[in-house]
């Protein structure tokens, strides 16, 4: 603040000034000195101004801003009327109004508290509620209260319990628990329904849960037509590629009996397996063409795909982590095919997924792997070397590889 103007009023009331503690009797003993803010070239601190009446026993002050000015001055403008009389006319004066507080010497003015910052929005709702709310509110609250009170002693046992824990039995020994009950959990996800107690290869992935007996049998009249292919028709399947598995089990199923008749009905199922793989979405129309029975085609939809709505409808998907499980069935189903022993590297191909993640289906299946050594074929050609699995009890439990890949550097 700069200089003031001292000047004496006689009539108070044209002048906007309110006395806090009552009404002045005698105007003619106050002096009043009007300050202005010094930094004119401020917008907002230029029309700030401090008003202090002085009288014998007692000064006032009153100012236009900060939280004790009065709010009506930026919400109108208030104007004063001087009569000049002797031309009997009258001019208009821009006014403020001033809320005149007594100033008591020795008495410091209360600074305004800080906002305390390290509230959240909660805690100040929380206040409100306290202040002003309703009953039902204030309830609302003190049960809230109470059950993060519970929860934060609940908090403190657990990690307490941990603590103990840990130090019990030690961090590496718990991650290597953790790491080994979420891989079976993602696995079972994905693994066809499996009995660790079997006394027989053959009892560890159930038939039945692969086929059931009444899908089995709706299975006779489109395994009767594959069993009928002729070699030419197997040769040309074996070209087009994408059931390789089910063209080598055609070409060595037995000449009669119910083995040849359960061979070719598992070898159209597995065609339906195989097919299914290479799609991404599937229509009701799935298999129609092949002869494919009305329960086989609800059990494909309903086990390996998911229902997505797309479009305004509702479409059947094949997502990643239902190619897993087509693998891992596709893979049980041809170890019951072929003596608990199944040839990986054509069933990857068919599947149309990498030899690694087929590896890794079959691990988690607890079967044995082996290859095959490297041979010549009948016209002389250098034959591919083959991965097998087989299922020997009791399962293998392989090792979790937890080492993460490098990234290669960017140059």
């Known amino acids: ?36 803010n010094a930094d004119e070239s401020n917008q907002r601190k230029k029309s700030r101004r401090i008003l202090v009446a002085e009288a014998d026993r007692l000064s006032y002050v009153g100012n236009n801003f900060g939280a004790e000015s009065l709010k009506c001055n930026s919400l109108c403008k208030y104007y004063v009327g001087v009569l000049d009389k002797q031309t009997m006319q009258m001019e208009l004066h821009s006014a403020q109004l001033f809320n005149m507080q007594p100033l008591i010497p020795g008495e410091a003015t209360e600074a305004a508290k800080p906002q305390d910052t390290t509230q959240t929005y909660r805690d100040k709702v929380d206040s409100l509620i306290e202040a002003f709310g309703t009953n039902k509110q204030k309830r609302a609250l003190t049960s809230r209260r109470l059950n993060q009170v519970g929860s934060d002693t609940l908090h403190q046992a657990v990690a307490k319990a941990a603590n103990t ?30 009995s660790t107690d079997a006394d027989k290869p053959e009892n560890v992935y159930l038939f039945a849960d692969i086929l059931s007996p009444v ?9 009767s037509k594959m069993a009928a292919l002729t070699p030419e ?3 040309k399947m074996k070209d087009e590629g994408g059931r390789l598995s089910v063209v080598k089990h055609l070409e060595n199923m037995s000449s009669v009996g119910e083995d040849r008749e359960k061979t070719a009905q598992c070898a159209f199922y597995l065609s339906l397996l195989l097919q299914l793989a290479r799609q991404r979405s599937i229509t009701r129309k799935f298999g129609q063409e092949e002869g494919c029975p009305r329960i086989i085609q609800s059990k494909l939809l309903k086990t390996f795909t998911v229902e997505t709505f797309n479009n305004g409808r509702v479409q059947n998907m094949l997502s990643a982590s239902m190619r897993a499980k087509l693998a891992a069935y596709c893979l049980a189903l041809l170890l019951h095919m072929g003596h ?14 990498t030899e690694a993640r087929m590896t890794e289906v079959a691990k988690s299946m607890g079967l044995t792997l082996a290859k095959s050594g490297r041979g010549k074929a009948d016209d002389a050609e250098l034959r591919d070397e083959h991965k097998y699995a087989s299922l020997v009890l009791p399962l293998v439990k392989y090792e979790q590889f937890t080492e993460r890949r490098k990234r290669k550097k960017m140059h």
Request: no cysteine; proline share 2%.
């Open 1 to 36: 603040m700069s200089t003031g103007t001292k000047k004496k009023k006689t009539n108070l009331d044209e002048d906007g000034i309110r006395f806090s503690n009552g009404s002045v009797k005698n105007a003619e003993k106050l002096d009043f000195t009007m300050y202005k």
């Open 165 to 194: 824990v840990i130090d019990q039995k030690g961090l590496e020994a718990l991650q290597q628990e953790v790491a080994d009950t979420e891989s079976q959990a993602d696995l079972a996800l994905h693994l066809p329904p499996f």
């Open 215 to 223: 899908e089995f049998e709706a299975l006779n009249q489109a395994g």
């Open 233 to 235: 028709e197997l040769q």
């Open 340 to 353: 608990m022993t199944a040839d990986l590297t054509l069933l990857h191909r068919d599947l149309g997924i």
